[in-house]
């Protein structure tokens, strides 16, 4: 019997672009903790540095903190030089950033063009971009996996229903809706995730989605009720329970894998 850990992450390098929101912080500190050195990549430097510092003291691990603009090439650019500058190679780049410019959230009826390409532009025109960077690296490294985030309002329509009698904070005269821009942001990444996976068969470079379902972060009590029932769990995720997904989509473990989309949203889809 095969008994190599395949879970197995000590020294393996992990470029996170959106590294210090919500669900970014939570993969940096499991992954730290199974040994891995992670470029921790955001728009502000000193949340970078406090998440790198924290880990550092917590794990003994080498992150390294990088102020990154993903709308901006240069930045994206920047991220991979300065990670081979520091460790020689990576592993692995998740895309997890989300673009949430103003009017993100404005009724379809009202959605300015300008907030529209921001949205496309960040969501998915940068992504598409960190993913041609890293891949030119895979391509000399002989191996690569890439790991983009969708949401499950990219695998289906967004149930409107759920946001009935939610206070619309942004627009406050506006019924709350998930926005347009969101949706079909999400859902290109999984076409362009099967796209690469495709493109690079035979260079041992895996490409994944992973889908998250909704993570509880003290919404409305109406919301949470509308939200947990719709999913066969009859909860919101809790922030943690995404890491294990993740550290199988970095990891040996997931070595079959490429073009898939792994969904993790509490029996939403299943339905
Ligand atoms: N939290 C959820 O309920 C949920 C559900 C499904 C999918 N997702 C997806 O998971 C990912 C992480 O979600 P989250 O809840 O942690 O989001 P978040 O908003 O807490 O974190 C996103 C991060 O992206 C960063 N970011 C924004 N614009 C950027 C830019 N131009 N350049 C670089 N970084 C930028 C933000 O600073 C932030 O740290 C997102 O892609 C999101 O769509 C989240």
């Not at 879970?7 to 390098?13: R, T």
């Not at 080498?62 to 020689?88: C, M, R, S, W």
């Amino acid at each position: 019997m095969n008994t190599k850990d395949f879970f197995d992450i000590k020294q393996k390098v992990i470029v996170i672009l959106g590294a210090t929101g919500i669900l970014g912080s939570r993969y940096v500190d499991f992954l730290s903790s199974k040994g891995a050195n992670i470029v921790i990549s955001d728009l502000s430097f000193e949340k970078c540095e406090s998440l790198a510092l924290e880990v550092m003291k917590k794990y003994g691990v080498d992150p390294l903190p990088i102020k990154a603009d993903i709308t901006k090439e240069e930045d994206i650019i920047n991220v991979f030089e300065l990670t081979i500058k520091k460790y020689g190679k990576f592993d692995s780049l998740i895309n997890n950033a989300q673009i949430k410019p103003e009017g993100f959230y404005a009724p379809f009826e009202k959605y300015s063009k300008d907030t529209l390409m921001k949205v496309l532009d960040g969501n998915l025109g940068a992504v598409i971009i960190s993913c041609r960077e890293a891949c030119k690296y895979f391509l000399q490294f002989g191996s690569g996996s890439i790991i983009n985030i969708s949401s499950t309002y990219g695998n289906i329509g967004a149930d409107q229903r759920i946001y009935d009698g939610v206070k619309n904070i942004y627009f406050p005269d506006e019924r709350f809706s998930s926005p347009v821009s969101y949706g079909v942001t999400k859902a290109g990444i999984l076409n362009l995730t099967r796209y690469l996976a495709s493109y690079y068969r035979e260079k041992n470079i895996r490409v994944n989605t992973l889908t998250p379902g909704g993570v509880f972060d003290n919404h409305d009590e109406l919301f949470n009720q509308s939200y947990s029932s719709r999913t066969l769990l009859g909860r919101m995720a809790k922030a943690d329970e995404y890491n294990a997904a993740i550290l199988f989509l970095v990891s040996e473990a997931s070595s079959y894998m490429t073009g898939a989309n792994l969904i993790i949203d509490g029996g939403w889809t299943a339905i």
